[in-house]
Structure formats: C-alpha cells, structure tokens
Nanobody
Framework: QLQLVESGGGLVQAGGSLRLSCTAS????????VAWFRQAPGKERERVSC????????DYADSVKGRFTISRDNAKNTVYLQMNSLKPEDTAVYRC??????????????WGQGTQATVSS
C-alpha cells in the first residue's frame, strides 16, 4: 500500500530545534510535490510548508517563515522539515502528504500517520 511515514518528533524546549522526516513506502517521491501540515487540539489544520517536485520551489506559512526549512533527498525518498527557534505554539501533530504540485487543486494524497512535536515553555 502507498504510504508516507513521518518521524523525528519529540519534546524540546522553546528555542530548540527538531528535524522531521517524511519517507515514502511503495512509491517514489520523485514525481510529487510534498507538503507538511500540522494540527493541534482545537485548532484547524495548517499547511506549514511545501516543496516542489524538483525541490527548487518552496513555500512557508507566515507563522513559520524564517524558522523552518523544507528540503528533499530523492535518493533517500525523503522530505525533511528542519524546525528551528521553536515556540510553544508550534506544538502539534505534524503530517506530510503528496500531490502533483504545491499549487494543484487536487486533493493531497498518501497522508502519513503523523509525528508529535511538543515545545515546552
């Protein structure tokens, strides 16, 4: 079955860093844009960042711009989210998903189960 698996979450103090990984199983990420999403209890799901198929184009939510960096390593079939200068409001379950383009109108597919990032004050 096609699936994405997230890893790298954990507990960190405010100002610290985490590096999340999104690895594909059953298909290659070479032909997909990949986005990171997050959702905290009582809050709407938020698109955090997206990276194009080529890895050249990226975008970020205003809430994380300047602190988070998305990248990909197609040889490892993995997309990363480097999260620096973390704030308590970054606490959420982080999930990744894929589709043809970041700007496509089609639904995001192959959602992972998520990894929990918790930032303490």
């Amino acid at each position: 079955q096609l699936q994405l698996v997230e890893s790298g979450g954990g507990l960190v103090q405010a100002g610290g860093s985490l590096r999340l990984s999104c690895t594909a199983s059953g298909f290659t990420l070479d032909y997909y844009a990949v986005a990171w999403f997050r959702q905290a209890p009582g809050k709407e799901r938020e698109r955090v960042s997206c990276i194009s198929m080529s890895g050249i184009s990226t975008d970020y939510a205003d809430s994380v711009k300047g602190r988070f960096t998305i990248s990909r390593d197609n040889a490892k079939n993995t997309v990363y989210l480097q999260m620096n200068s973390l704030k308590p409001e970054d606490t959420a379950v982080y999930r990744c998903a894929a589709r043809s383009r970041c700007s496509a109108n089609t639904p995001w597919e192959s959602w992972g189960q998520g990894t929990q990032a918790t930032v303490s004050s």
